[in-house]
């Protein structure tokens, strides 16, 4: 019976560690394409969403690329916005991707805020080790136990000089984390990238890299910050 029962609480652990969100996330946002989700975003203002690189650069040059707000669920009721330009990063580099994924989709109109649906600020001074997060994305077909619904998971910040011990390559550009309730790294993630980090209603990090049991790589927000507002402000 004692076996039993530990083996359940084991078990409990690994995957609720990766759970369904239950309360609106206003910031969220779910890219696509007419072929469906491909990645997700954080809504940073009425016009732009923040999201990864490496995903966008995989799609067909005439896709047709849209941002759905306002939606727990992938099948879910929400509002669609075309996505009228996409800037990356000036050193984002498709062969190797990791160190610089970051870009920013323009709408072609703006967003209709509400209750449901927000903007997120970005961080006033840049993410500490230890820092407590929340990440929210949806699982993907690579996952063991695909669902509809928005998922989120907390999960801690450690130093970039822990992180480069177990993967090797990062930079000051990348922000790592991971599960204190995981044996190691963050074990059950969802794989869907572009997912908002956050620290006390702040956006400090874009989901970037999931590497099974390793620590988590997000775009650091705080350092693309310059970027971000220049690019913001050079497009209106």
């Known amino acids: 019976m004692y076996s039993i029962v530990v083996i359940g609480v084991f078990l409990l652990n690994v995957f609720a560690s990766a759970k369904d969100v239950t309360t609106p996330v206003p910031y969220h946002a779910s890219v696509r394409t007419d072929e469906g989700h491909i990645c997700s975003g954080a809504i940073i203002s009425e016009k732009w969403i923040a999201t990864v690189a490496h995903i966008l650069t995989k799609q067909d040059k005439d896709a047709n690329i849209q941002v759905v707000v306002g939606t ?48 997120i600020d970005l961080p006033k001074s840049d993410t500490k080790e230890g820092a407590n997060m929340v990440v929210t994305g949806f699982k993907t077909a690579r996952d063991k136990f695909v669902t509809n619904n928005l998922q989120e998971k907390y999960v801690t910040s450690i130093s970039n000089k822990k992180c480069k011990r177990y993967l090797g390559f990062i930079n000051e550009f990348n922000l790592c984390s991971e599960d204190k309730s995981e044996s190691v790294g ?35 927000v705080y350092k693309y910050k310059g970027w971000i507002k220049k690019t913001m402000s050079k497009n209106k």
């Open 186 to 220: 963050d074990a059950e993630y969802f794989h869907g990238t572009g997912g908002p980090l956050v620290e006390n209603n702040k956006l400090v990090g874009i989901l970037s890299q999931f590497f099974g049991t390793l620590p988590a790589l997000h775009n650091r």
């Open 72 to 119: 727990n669920q992938l099948n879910g009721p929400g509002d669609s916005y075309s996505v009228s330009k996409i800037f990356y990063y000036p050193k984002y580099n498709s062969s190797f991707i990791v160190k610089f994924d970051m870009a920013l989709l323009k709408l072609d109109k703006a967003i209709k805020f509400g209750s449901q649906v927000k903007a």
